[in-house]
């Protein structure tokens, strides 16, 4: 089933793939969640509305807290593939040492 949701103001980094869960209730102003469930993938995004594909109706999120995680597969920060080229340029006239270079690569197949 298809959920349709508008909203006022929509975070915009949600994305197609991106999972919805819902709390129905949140305790104490201390940050506790109660009763969190996944409410399904986001199928479309056009402006401040969105469709969930939910085994839930419509019915079932109204009035829920509602967030979102992010497609794992989809946002990977490394760098990917065979080969990489850096170019460090120092436009300093005084003298400068780099002391350290690191970078997380993960090769994109094998």
Do not use: C, H, P, R
Not at 17 to 24: E, F, K, Q, R
């Amino acid at each position: 089933m298809i959920i349709e949701l508008t909203f006022e103001n929509l975070n915009t980094s949600i994305q197609i793939g991106d999972t919805v869960w819902y709390a129905g209730v949140i305790k104490d102003n201390n940050g506790v969640l109660d009763d969190v469930a996944k409410v399904g993938v986001v199928t479309d995004v056009t402006g401040n509305d969105i469709k969930i594909e939910s085994d839930l109706g419509e019915e079932e999120v109204v009035d829920k807290f509602l967030m979102f995680s992010k497609n794992k597969k989809a946002n990977l920060g490394d760098l990917k593939g065979y080969y990489a080229e850096a170019k460090f340029v120092n436009k300093s006239t005084k003298k400068s040492e780099l002391f350290s270079v690191g970078s997380e690569i993960t090769q994109s197949s094998k």
